[in-house]
């Protein structure tokens, strides 16, 4: 059984502050991950994908992959509002043909 | 990014009815896919519609209650068959791009059974 878990949170983070997302996988096979943003009442919406192992930077959001330790995460940076969402770790192992396995997803509430 | 859209956006259906469910990619893809999202929780996979071939379903999940079609690169349906109050949920349409190795989704159809 191929999992991936994270922690539902709610995590709770002052306005301005780091927000820090994780997520560990269990197929060591897997070979890319993602991060999508979900919105309440509205559909996932991809915000960082990473393949190779150490930091990916996109704006004010980092996703950290280590393989060896089957982990991955988002940092947020300079947490606004706006970030309060649910945020969804996916795990593709390539074998299985493209299907990505879906974290149940944590909650971030960020507090003005 | 691909963008994908659904129709209908929402419905509220009779037990015992069935509903089908569009999904539109505005350009050719890999791969799409069905999932079911009930409140709270996560993506629950349904099945791989595969071009031109049976869809692939999901433990849990068959093709005589989701039959589903893709007749070509940028369409597919699901249908929701023989309703009942359990089948309410959100359902999402998502495509893969296999030129980025990314996955989008649609917006989603919220389904309410009566």
């Given at each position: 059984q191929k999992e991936v878990e994270q922690n539902s949170g709610p995590l709770s983070v002052p306005e301005g502050a780091i927000a820090s997302l994780n997520c560990t996988y269990s197929?060591?096979?897997?070979q890319s991950f993602f991060w999508y943003r979900q919105y309440s009442g509205k559909s996932p919406e991809l915000i960082m994908s990473i393949y190779s192992n150490g930091d990916k930077e996109d704006g004010r959001f980092t996703a950290q992959l280590n393989k060896a330790s089957q982990y991955v995460s988002l940092l947020i940076r300079d947490s606004q509002p706006s970030d309060s969402a649910t945020y969804l770790c996916a795990v593709n192992?390539?074998?299985?043909?493209?299907m990505l396995t879906f974290g149940g997803g944590t909650r971030l509430m960020v507090k003005p | 990014s691909a963008v994908i859209s659904q129709k209908p956006s929402r419905d509220i259906c009779q037990r015992g009815t069935s509903l089908t469910i569009q999904c539109q990619v505005d350009s050719q893809v890999t791969m799409m896919f069905w999932y079911r999202q009930q409140p709270g929780q996560s993506l629950t996979l349904i099945a791989t519609a595969n071009q031109g071939s049976e869809a692939t379903y999901e433990s849990g999940f068959v093709i005589d209650k989701f039959p589903i079609s893709r007749p070509n690169l940028t369409f597919s349906t699901l249908t929701v068959s023989n309703m009942s109050p359990e089948d309410s949920s959100i359902y999402l349409c998502s495509a893969y791009s296999g030129s980025r190795d990314e996955q989008y989704f649609g917006p989603g159809t919220r389904l309410t059974v009566t």
């Open positions: 197929d060591r096979v897997s192992n390539d074998n299985a043909g493209n | -």
